[in-house]
């Protein structure tokens, strides 16, 4: 009898030093969330919104600022494991050029794939450099979801542009 008494004091000083039952998981009140509002539609679906972490007055318009390179002189698409790859190069007048990308722009045809190759200047006065150090390319991988009715591959430059078929 004395060790149960015992062993029940303990037992209770132990429960009691873990401080708040009432808000851990083990209490079976706290199995289930507070209530709260549901939106439902005449039929009785409930709609479900999803809290935003959008900025309150939206996000604002984004202005790609970058010019186009000057000489588009070679593109190639390899095929990979997942659709393919879009590799662009261009030719430069100087070095220094930076940030290179391919950027999607609209096609008035569904089965072109329209590109823009977007770069940044020097923002100093820079070397001429020789004409393979002159050259910047710039790679966009594709899926195969992304390539399905694709028929051509147009890359867009300042001084024209260059297109691939399959």
């Known amino acids: 009898m004395r060790r149960q008494v015992i062993v029940s004091g303990l037992v209770l000083m132990l429960v009691t030093g873990c401080a708040s039952i009432k808000e851990s998981r083990i209490n079976p009140l706290n199995w289930f969330g507070k209530s709260e509002p549901v939106t439902v ?56 050029y930076f940030d290179a990308e391919l950027v999607r722009v609209a096609s008035a045809d569904a089965s072109v794939a329209a590109y823009e190759f977007r770069l940044r200047p020097p923002t ?12 910047i390319t710039a790679a966009k991988s594709l899926s195969n979801e992304d390539l399905a009715g694709i028929r051509t591959i147009l890359i867009k430059g300042a001084a024209g542009a260059r297109q691939v078929r399959r």
């Open 124 to 135: 100093s006065a820079a070397p001429t450099g020789t004409a393979a150090q002159r050259r």
């Open 41 to 96: 539609l005449n039929d009785g679906t409930a709609v479900t919104v999803l809290p935003s972490l959008a900025p309150r007055k939206g996000y604002p318009n984004f202005v790609d600022t970058r010019p186009l390179a000057p000489v588009i002189s070679d593109v190639n698409v390899v095929k990979s494991a997942s659709g393919a790859i879009i590799t662009a190069t261009a030719t430069l007048p100087t070095l220094g």
